[in-house]
């Protein structure tokens, strides 16, 4: 599904250029459930943000289902990306003014469902997640896991065939992070492709596959078993 | 989509109260005084729209060219009407008026009031819209003594009577006249205005002089036929007069309906496009940079608070948002933002329209009736929306999903930068309003102030009528017996405007081929007295100068024009009369007329009391006002039992005669006031904002030991800089407005430097007091609390 070559991105200031992803090269199957890990600064959410067609690189390939994407240009990828791929991050990121039924159906909308098959897969998602319940109630009052909760029912009412996590567990306790991490793996086994950010090791136990990062390059990959 | 848009704009709105009622209450008070100049914009430009023939009817006016000046004026022979329509063949139809308006007392019974109106030919009534709503145009005039009133004037003479048709009515205690026909109400925004019409006859049967062609004295509108062309009709009718007067110095030429109320003014003989309609243009550009004004403070606030709403860019980017929705999105939050203020400034409009009418002498109504008030509100709306919400949505849109949801802190500096502009061009506007507000007030003052030549304060002046001029002397004697009356006296025109005047005399050394402009004014002796003129050389004009030999007193301006050395003993004639007229004395120069300019020479002589036309009073300075009055109402009803009371203040009708700079001083108070307003409410959302962005900064410095003065001049001081560059920009830009403002007025002020100085001082103080409340608060706000917020 994903194949990156020699992948560069480098963050340039007036006097510095950080090199944030050094030649990197990966591939990720349909179906296969990522985790990528490493310390701070090695340039995992950097990988993420191009994979999630939020950032481009500054040099290499990325080939996203056989079409190369490294060269699209805004429109071309916010295209691509509503469609394609579904996005959940440690600090939920959820619009504050919007319900919880709001902000699950948004990726809907831009994607052009008519709204009453809008209403049906936002409550089916709702529904599959827990939280119908809380359909009328804004983000701020809920938990922190009920709002990861409405973060990947967001992630996925659009069904993409990719979801990215960001530490989708940063922000939450063990208990409400094994629950979100049961979720993903659902998703999982019901055929998403997942590639998820962690420093947790108990997190990335649940992934079929560990790529670890040092300085922008591969320093090792673990199978699960 | 749009849906979602909308719900999320409401939802914002009802959270962030403070910015949305700043917004919203600065917004709207743009809309409101866009809406208001617009309203009285509406009236002026529709003026005399009224008239269904208005693109084809035209006031006859007249240039006579003199040695200084062409003097334009809109006076003509009197029987000068039938026969243009008789010989010009593109003239459909002419109407003839006697000028100005006439008051009558009109006696029904016991009843008896005062009402103006104006000798008219038939004409008028086809040529003009004047619908009638009892009787008939074609019968209007059918009789000698007809009389055609309007619907006020009908109850006012015989109160709610439904049908007034035939019923008579007594005219200054004279002739009964026979109401023919009653019109609607004349519109406020018509020029010609009267409540009452004659016809045109009676008035031609008692001025005899109106049938010469070298009198001027009658006003004349022609309508030209549809297919007419109007440069022909002006080629035939330039020296129409000349066909009967070949020496005369009248030229006349049409001046359009359209014109008369916003184009009037003349120079050198030709309109020079100025009038009201400086005034129309100058505040449609007022009402335009308000609603800017307004407009930049949305801009500011919604880029000053957009750290609040990049995480929702972020998140609409991340699932699918293009740039140009999210564009959309913002721009329809500004309308929609714009669309809630246009409605709270309907509700302001409606409260505060009542009072601007009060201000502006005018009737304006919001006319929700009308379409196209809804759809130009609809449309400020709108615009407003668009001016306001295009920068914001650039600057949002253009957030970087990445940056924004990582939480790194957005760079600002070109929003900042662009920020500042927008203040410096908001207080830049409002420093130029304070100026020219202050520039046009001391205009005003200084004219008012302007030595007039005789004293106009405590100068009664009363419509000679009924038995007054019969009685005159045993009125005066009485009058004076009446401690607080100084003196009176009678005179042929009022002395505060321009009367007859006459290009006619001539006299010994008087270059061949000269022309001299001298007004003529007949008084009774008391006139100079009575007025405050004073006598410079000779003596006072006497009773015994009544009639021949003619003896006069002329200003000082003419006896210049009349050579070297006193002009006492010289005399002067008409051309063609042998008649001298010898020169007694010479009294100083006065203005009349026109308050800004240099007045005509003025030649008095003295007339019989029944050839005047008004009395003039002079009241001591220490007089209780209210009692004298009472006391002068005493003794004419005693002498004129038939006529009420009726006067007139010499200063009141002064004050008059600035009516549109009035108004302009007025408007450009209030504008200005309220342009520092909404600029302060921007000022204020702008300085929260910074007080919140540099929460730590201020934190830190306290901790380090930052007294509350040092941190709020920290933060007062970048605002002070861009309101002293505000001053910068500001003030040549006022200078060089006001000073072509200033060069209209022959008579004006120069400018003042301290002028611009107390108008920066105003703004800077303004300003400080408007953030002071903010950075006050965040200075004293405690260092432990606001490095915990970071």
Redesign the interface.
């Known amino acids: 599904m994903i194949k990156i070559t020699d992948l560069e991105k480098f963050y340039r200031t007036e006097e510095v250029e950080t090199i944030a992803l050094n030649k990197l090269s990966i591939h990720v199957n349909t179906g296969e459930f990522v985790a990528i890990m490493g310390p701070s600064g090695c340039g995992k959410s950097t990988l993420l943000n191009i994979l999630g067609m939020l950032d481009d690189p500054d040099g290499g390939s990325y080939v996203f289902n056989g079409v190369e994407v490294a060269h699209f240009n805004e429109r071309k990828r916010a295209d691509l990306r509503k469609h394609n791929i579904g996005f959940v991050f440690q600090s939920f990121n959820l619009i504050d003014e919007l319900t919880v039924f709001e902000n699950v159906e948004l990726p809907l909308i831009y994607t052009g469902v008519p709204s009453s098959e809008r209403v049906k897969r936002v409550e089916e998602v709702l529904d599959k997640m827990q939280i119908m319940h809380r359909r009328n109630h804004y983000p701020q009052q809920l938990s922190g896991g009920q709002q990861q909760r409405v973060a990947i029912a967001r992630a996925v009412v659009n069904k993409p065939k990719l979801i990215l996590a960001d530490e989708p567990t940063g922000n939450l306790d063990s208990s409400n992070g094994n629950d979100v991490m049961e979720l993903l793996t659902d998703l999982n086994e019901q055929g998403t492709t997942i590639i998820m950010v962690t420093h947790s090791e108990h997190d990335a136990r649940y992934s079929h596959r560990i790529i670890r990062l040092l300085d922008g390059q591969t320093v090792m990959e673990n199978i699960m078993i | 989509?749009i849906k979602?848009y909308i719900?999320?704009a409401f939802?914002?709105l009802t959270?962030n109260k403070a910015y949305s009622f700043l917004n919203i209450f600065g917004l709207s008070i743009g809309i409101v005084c866009a809406a208001l100049i617009f309203l009285w914009v509406e009236d002026e430009v529709n003026y005399d729209s009224v008239n269904v023939k208005k693109d084809r009817l035209y006031l006859v006016k007249e240039n006579q060219k003199y040695d200084a000046y062409i003097f334009t004026h809109s006076s003509t022979p009197g029987i000068m009407g039938p026969e243009l329509k008789e010989t010009l063949p593109g003239i459909a139809n002419a109407c003839r008026t006697s000028e100005g308006q006439e008051t009558f007392l009109f006696s029904q019974g016991d009843k008896s009031v005062y009402a103006s109106g104006k000798y008219a030919d038939p004409s008028i009534f086809s040529m003009f819209t004047l619908p009638f709503t009892q009787g008939n145009a074609r019968s209007a005039f059918a009789q000698y003594h007809s009389l055609v009133v309007t619907e006020r004037a009908a109850k006012k003479f015989f109160g709610n009577e439904p049908n007034v048709i035939g019923k008579t009515i007594k005219v200054d205690n004279k002739q009964e006249y026979v109401i023919s026909g009653v019109i609607r109400d004349l519109p406020a925004n018509s020029s010609l205005q009267f409540e009452w019409l004659m016809p045109f006859q009676i008035h031609l049967d008692n001025s005899p002089w109106l049938k010469s062609w070298g009198n001027n004295n009658t006003t004349t509108y022609v309508e030209l036929k549809s297919n007419a062309s109007i440069a022909t009709v002006k080629g035939q009718i330039l020296n129409y007069i000349q066909r009967h007067e070949p020496k005369a110095l009248s030229h006349l030429f049409l001046f359009s309906m359209n014109d008369w109320r916003l184009r009037d003014d003349f120079k050198d003989g030709k309109m020079t496009g100025g009038g009201r309609i400086e005034y129309v243009h100058l505040f449609t550009i007022i009402a335009w940079i308000i609603m800017l004004i307004a407009c930049i403070n949305f801009m500011n606030l919604a880029t000053a608070r957009s750290e609040k709403r990049a995480?929702?860019v972020?998140?609409?980017?991340?699932?699918?948002?293009?740039?140009n929705?999210l564009i959309f999105q913002f721009i329809g939050e500004a309308i929609f933002m714009a669309l809630v203020a246009a409605c709270v400034g309907l509700i302001l409009l409606t409260l505060v329209l009542p009072g601007f009418n009060l201000l502006v002498e005018k009737q304006l109504s919001l006319g929700l009736g009308k379409p196209y008030h809804i759809l130009v509100l609809l449309g400020i709306a709108i615009i407003c929306g668009l001016v306001a919400g295009s920068y914001p949505a650039l600057y949002l849109s253009s957030f970087?999903?990445?940056s924004v949801?990582?939480?790194i802190k957005l760079k600002d500096s070109s929003a900042a930068y662009i920020r500042k502009g927008l203040v410096i061009l908001q207080f830049s506007a409002s420093i130029i309003l304070i100026i020219s507000t202050v520039i046009i007030y001391q205009q005003i003052q200084h004219v008012k102030n302007r030595e007039l030549g005789f004293n106009k304060n405590n100068l009664l002046e009363i419509d000679l009528q009924g038995q007054m001029a019969k009685n005159y002397t045993p009125i005066r004697e009485e009058l004076l017996r009446v401690g607080d009356v100084e003196n009176a006296a009678l005179a042929d025109h009022s002395i505060i405007y321009g009367g007859n005047n006459t290009s006619g005399m001539t006299w010994e050394g008087k270059a061949p081929g000269s022309e001299v402009l001298i007004s003529q004014r007949y008084v009774t002796p008391e006139f100079m007295a009575t007025s405050g003129l004073s006598i410079l050389e000779g003596r006072n004009l006497v009773v015994r100068d009544t009639g021949r030999p003619i003896h006069m007193i002329i200003t000082k301006s003419l006896e210049k024009l009349m050579g070297k050395g006193s002009a006492l003993g010289k005399t002067m004639h008409y051309n063609g009369d042998t008649t001298t007229a010898t020169i007694v004395g010479v009294v100083n120069d006065y203005v009349y007329g026109d308050m800004y300019g240099k007045p005509d020479p003025v030649m008095f002589m003295v007339a019989k009391p029944e050839d005047n036309t008004v009395m003039y009073v002079r009241i001591k300075p220490q007089a209780d006002i209210q009692k004298t009055l009472a006391n002068i109402q005493g003794i004419l009803k005693r002498y004129n039992p038939a006529f009420p009371f009726q006067y007139r203040f010499v200063d009141d009708q002064f004050n008059g005669m600035f009516l549109t700079e009035m108004l302009a001083s007025k408007l450009s108070r209030l504008f200005a006031a309220l342009a520092i307003v909404i600029s302060c409410l921007g000022l204020f959302g702008l300085a929260a904002y910074t007080a919140e962005r540099r929460t730590k900064e201020i934190g830190i410095r306290k901790v380090l030991g930052a007294s509350v003065a040092s941190v709020t001049s920290l933060l007062s001081k970048d605002f002070l800089q861009l309101v002293i560059l505000s001053c910068l920009i500001a003030f040549p830009v006022a200078y060089w407005r006001m000073s072509l403002w200033l060069k209209g007025y022959r008579y004006h002020i120069e400018m003042q430097w301290w002028v611009y100085l107390v108008a920066g001082a105003l703004a800077i103080i303004i300003a400080l007091i408007t953030i002071s409340f903010q950075t006050i608060k965040a200075a004293l706000a405690n260092p432990v609390r606001s490095l915990r917020s970071e």
């Open positions: 989509m979602n719900k999320t939802r914002s959270k995480r929702e972020g998140v609409r980017k991340v699932l699918g948002a293009g740039k929705s970087k999903p990445v949801l990582k939480g």
